[in-house]
């Protein structure tokens, strides 16, 4: 079911989700000095490929820096994107087959906010004690 929903997902959304996220990564490694935010722009570009069966999970060593550079990202750029993904969410969630595609672009809205942090890992693969979310997360 998995495999299905990614391919679905992928055709209607993913693959421009991860378009864009990739050329945000491009503009900012050109950048220099936010190549820590193209990294993670690049991240988010493989989760919006193909999420479902995988799940966003805060790493317990991201300390202040990460701190200080998810708020310069939130000011800069999160909120933009968070707006868009809720957009494009509550779109999908319009027609009863868009429901789960909606619902996933909706569970994006956290890792697009705060890239900075957070690792992607499958689903089964989740570490005891770290919280989790996206469209194959429990929460």
Do not use: Q
């Not at 950048?31 to 722009?41: D, H, N, V």
């Not at 809205?109 to 570490?127: A, F, K, M, Q």
């Amino acid at each position: 079911m998995r495999t299905v929903l990614n391919v679905l997902w992928l055709v209607l959304a993913g693959f421009w989700l991860a378009v864009g996220y990739v050329v945000a990564g491009v503009v900012c490694c050109i950048l220099i000095i936010t190549i820590p935010f193209g990294i993670a722009s690049f991240r988010i570009a493989a989760y919006a490929l193909w999420p479902f069966g995988r799940s966003i999970v805060r790493k317990p060593a991201a300390g202040a820096l990460s701190l200080i550079g998810n708020i310069i990202w939130i000011v800069a750029v999160g909120w933009w994107l968070a707006l868009g993904h809720l957009v494009t969410g509550a779109l999908l969630c319009l027609t009863i087959i868009g429901i789960p595609f909606g619902v996933a672009n909706i569970k994006m809205i956290p890792v697009s906010l705060t890239p900075l942090g957070h690792e992607i890992v499958p689903s089964g693969d989740r570490p005891a004690g770290r919280s989790a979310s996206g469209p194959g997360g429990l929460a």
